[in-house]
């Protein structure tokens, strides 16, 4: 099975930069995934990760250390459009025809002006 | 643009009254997720589909069923509905090409409410 864990809530400020961290314990893996939700939205994927180290996408990057089953986002100037909830989500492997996501509960960031 | 679509967004229903939710795709992917998000919780994996191959997740409930009559199109169908089947249904597509992320695109959701 998959145990994913990440803080339940976070705050910061506009402008500054706020690392998002997860840890998991999988059967198997495959690739892990960062998503942003805003209250009653879908989730939008942001970023992926298979291999050790870092990923960086703009203003977002994401970190993986597969030894440790540990994973960060990293959001650098900070927007209030960015306060949202932001999932990690951990893929494994399968015996089936598609690899399932495995969802943690999600991080509810707010930012502050 | 290419996207995933869920009709309709919110959804009324009544105790034990048959509800079904749509979801159609434009990016011509062969894999279709549902997933049940209640407040505050994860999305939790209720079936998807690998071209026409259902495959049910072992604690999906029996009151809950799923079709999909062509690639672009998928229905949730929730035959008794109970108070605690009310959450946000999403549904999710992907293409699992070999070498690709297989990354999933999710639609907007559908809210059902249970009364």
Same mark, same amino acid.
């Given at each position: 099975?998959?145990?994913?864990?990440?803080?339940?809530?976070?705050?910061?400020?506009?402008?500054?930069?706020?690392?998002?961290?997860?840890?998991?314990?999988?059967?198997?893996?495959?690739?892990?995934?960062?998503?942003?939700?805003?209250?009653?939205?879908?989730?939008?994927?942001? =970023? /992926?990760?298979? @291999?050790?180290? !870092?990923?960086? &996408?703009?203003?977002? %990057?994401?970190?993986?250390?597969?030894?440790?089953?540990? =994973? /960060?986002?990293? @959001?650098?100037? !900070?927007?209030? &459009?960015?306060?949202? %909830?932001?999932?990690?989500?951990?893929?494994?492997?399968? =015996?089936?025809?598609?690899?399932?996501?495995?969802?943690?509960?999600?991080?509810?960031?707010?930012?502050?002006? | 643009?290419?996207?995933?679509?869920?009709?309709?967004?919110?959804?009324?229903?009544?105790?034990?009254?048959?509800?079904?939710?749509?979801?159609?795709?434009?990016?011509?992917?062969?894999?279709?997720?549902?997933?049940?998000?209640?407040?505050?919780?994860?999305?939790?994996?209720?079936?998807?589909?690998?071209?026409?191959?259902?495959?049910?997740?072992?604690?999906?409930?029996?009151?809950?069923?799923?079709?999909?009559?062509?690639?672009?199109?998928?229905?949730?169908?929730?035959?008794?509905?109970?108070?605690?089947?009310?959450?946000?249904?999403?549904?999710?597509?992907?293409?699992?090409?070999?070498?690709?992320?297989?990354?999933?695109?999710?639609?907007?959701?559908?809210?059902?409410?249970?009364?």
């Amino acid at each position: 099975g998959q145990n994913i864990d990440q803080p339940t809530e976070m705050t910061a400020t506009e402008g500054a930069i706020v690392q998002i961290n997860c840890t998991y314990q999988t059967s198997g893996f495959n690739g892990l995934f960062w998503y942003q939700q805003h209250a009653g939205e879908a989730p939008t994927f942001l =970023s /992926y990760n298979v @291999l050790d180290g !870092l990923e960086e &996408k703009g203003r977002f %990057s994401s970190f993986l250390s597969r030894s440790k089953g540990y =994973s /960060y986002l990293l @959001l650098k100037e !900070l927007q209030m &459009k960015d306060s949202a %909830s932001y999932l990690c989500a951990v893929r494994g492997v399968s =015996s089936g025809s598609a690899r399932q996501l495995t969802f943690g509960s999600g991080t509810q960031l707010t930012v502050l002006p | 643009d290419a996207m995933v679509i869920q009709n309709p967004r919110y959804q009324v229903t009544q105790f034990g009254k048959p509800v079904t939710l749509s979801c159609s795709q434009t990016l011509n992917h062969n894999v279709m997720y549902w997933y049940q998000q209640k407040s505050s919780q994860a999305p939790k994996l209720l079936f998807h589909y690998y071209d026409k191959d259902f495959n049910n997740e072992a604690d999906t409930p029996d009151n809950f069923q799923s079709r999909r009559p062509n690639t672009s199109f998928c229905f949730l169908d929730i035959r008794s509905p109970g108070l605690g089947d009310a959450a946000m249904y999403l549904c999710a597509t992907s293409y699992p090409l070999a070498g690709s992320t297989d990354t999933q695109y999710f639609g907007p959701g559908t809210r059902l409410t249970v009364l």
